[in-house]
C-alpha cells in the first residue's frame, strides 16, 4: 500500500521517514518530496509498504500525531492526477 505523509518537518529525510513506519511493519521505500531546483523538502512524503493491515495500523496510529512540533497527516495515496503544464505537442 502506498501512503501519503503531509505536514513533515522539512528536516526530516527519506531514512527517518523509514524509521516512523517500520515498528508497524516492513516499509518497501520511504521517499521525502524535494523541490527540484532548490533540493529542500517540500513536506510531504510517501511510504510503500507490502502489507495492507500493517500500512492500515500505521495510517491510524501515526495520523495527527506529533512530529517535532507538527501534526501529521498521514492517509492512503490517491494516484496522481495530470494537471497539464509542461509543452504542448508540436505541430
Avoid: H, T, W
Avoid at 502506498?2 to 517500520?22: A, C, K
Avoid at 516492513?26 to 510517501?46: H, L, P, Q, W
Avoid at 492512503?76 to 509543452?87: F, L, T
Wanted: aromatic residues 8%; hydrophobic residues 30%.
Amino acid at each position: 500500500m502506498n501512503i501519503y505523509v503531509g505536514n513533515l518537518p522539512y528536516s526530516v529525510d527519506d531514512q527517518e521517514l523509514q524509521e516512523m513506519f517500520e515498528g508497524f511493519g516492513e516499509v518497501s521505500s520511504a521517499r521525502v518530496i524535494n523541490d527540484r531546483f532548490s533540493g529542500r523538502s517540500k513536506g510531504f512524503g510517501f511510504v510503500e509498504m507490502s502489507d495492507d493491515d500493517s500500512a492500515k495500523k500505521a495510517m491510524d496510529e501515526l495520523n495527527g500525531s506529533d512530529c517535532q512540533g507538527r501534526a501529521l497527516r498521514v492517509n492512503e495515496a490517491r494516484p496522481r492526477e495530470d494537471r497539464g503544464g509542461g509543452r504542448p505537442p508540436r505541430d
